[in-house]
Antibody, heavy 121, light 107 residues
Framework: EVQLLESGGNLVQPGGSLRLSCAAS????????MSWVRQAPGGGPEWVSS????????YYADSVRGRFTISRDNSKSTLYLQMNSLTVEDTAVYYC??????????????WGQGSLVTVSS | DIQMTQSPPIVSASVGDRVIITCRAS??????LAWYQQKPGKAPSLLIY???NLEAGVPTRFSGNGSGTEFSLAINGLQPDDFAIYFC?????????FGQGTKVESK
């Protein structure tokens, strides 16, 4: 059974940093692209970032490019999202999502339960 | 960016009803459209991909249709478990954008 377990969400002040983790199990992590998708309170999902299976390619939404960094450790079956220079607009539940192919294709087959990031002073 | 527009925002329906939700893309996306279901406090879950293909385990009362810019999701014989929010999403080109959602609520 596919399991994705996010952690690291917290309350942080504007301008601060946070690192999210997503521990994966139940599938061959190193064979799949992975993504982060966020959802602000009351809003629809918003794709944030994706990474290829071997970490050779990374992709970002314009809203986070230059501030967020996606990475993965295939030996630990873990996905990360380093978030810097956070603003109140980054407040959301952040979901880790599994894709089918090794290269990001934008189809989010399975989602974790989410980790809440609140940016507030 | 390819924008996705869903309608209606809210559908009020009863168990057993047929519900149709539409989704329009601002550019042609072929069949690269997905539908997700989200229940309160839960993550979205994939229902349909490639416009009309049911994800494994999804009941056959759900169906998807369309190509190009116009798409629809139908629920034939609404069940109590189907009251939720439904999102469409294009995966033709990055950024992969979602529609704003359609809430299916009990009449």
């Amino acid at each position: 059974e596919v399991q994705l377990l996010e952690s690291g969400g917290n309350l942080v002040q504007p301008g601060g940093s946070l690192r999210l983790s997503c521990a994966a199990s139940g599938f061959t992590f190193s064979s799949h692209a992975m993504s982060w998708v966020r959802q602000a309170p009351g809003g629809g999902p918003e794709w944030v970032s994706s990474i290829s299976s071997a970490a050779g390619g990374t992709y970002y939404a314009d809203s986070v490019r230059g501030r967020f960094t996606i990475s993965r450790d295939n030996s630990k079956s873990t996905l990360y999202l380093q978030m810097n220079s956070l603003t109140v607009e980054d407040t959301a539940v952040y979901y880790c999502a599994k894709e089918g192919p090794p290269v990001p294709a934008g189809l989010f087959e399975y989602w974790g339960q989410g980790s809440l990031v609140t940016v507030s002073s | 960016d390819i924008q996705m527009t869903q309608s209606p925002p809210i559908v009020s329906a009863s168990v057993g009803d047929r519900v149709i939700i539409t989704c329009r893309a601002s550019q042609r996306i072929g069949s690269r459209l997905a539908w997700y279901q989200q229940k309160p406090g839960k993550a979205p879950s994939l229902l349909i991909y490639k416009a009309s293909n049911l994800e494994a385990g999804v009941p056959t009362r759900f169906s998807g249709n369309g190509s190009g810019t116009e798409f629809s999701l139908a629920i034939n014989g609404l069940q109590p478990d189907d009251f939720a929010i439904y999102f469409c999403q294009q995966y033709d080109s990055s950024p992969w954008l979602f529609g704003q959602g359609t809430k299916v609520e009990s009449k």
